[in-house]
């Protein structure tokens, strides 16, 4: 099954952590991604520019409309992704865990609903 691990830290922290610091981590996330790939695991990676740099769109009466953002009240951010293929929820939460995020703010797992019909999406017979 797939799960999306979203990586929340407070980016103000972040952002107060020496450049070797936030280097090293990036490097570890790096070797994590490495690791899950070669064990068939590993689908996409990616860490997110600041909220800073966030737009929102939303529609409303057919029309976009572009605010910055996010808006949520919280102290901390969405900083980045593993998308990673588990064989279930206990083997997810291993890998969220080893994420180097998970040691200075929260990753959040959750399930990914694969919907047929879409680019790359796999389904067994039957399904």
Known sequence: ?????????????????????????????????????????????????????T??????????????GPFAETREQLGGYFLIDAKDLAEAIDIAARIP????GTVEVRPVTEVEGLPGTRFAAGD
């Not at 737009?55 to 910055?68: A, M, Y």
């Open 1 to 53: 099954m797939k799960y999306m691990l979203l990586v929340h830290h407070d980016e103000e922290s972040f952002a107060k952590r020496s450049e070797a610091e936030r280097q090293h981590m990036l490097k570890e996330s790096v070797q994590l991604a490495n690791q899950l790939h070669a064990n068939g695991q590993y689908l996409s990676a990616a860490p997110l520019h600041p909220t800073a740099e």
């Open 55 to 68: 737009l929102c769109v939303r529609v409303r009466d057919g029309k976009p409309l572009v605010t910055d």
């Open 101 to 104: 995020g998970a040691r200075i």
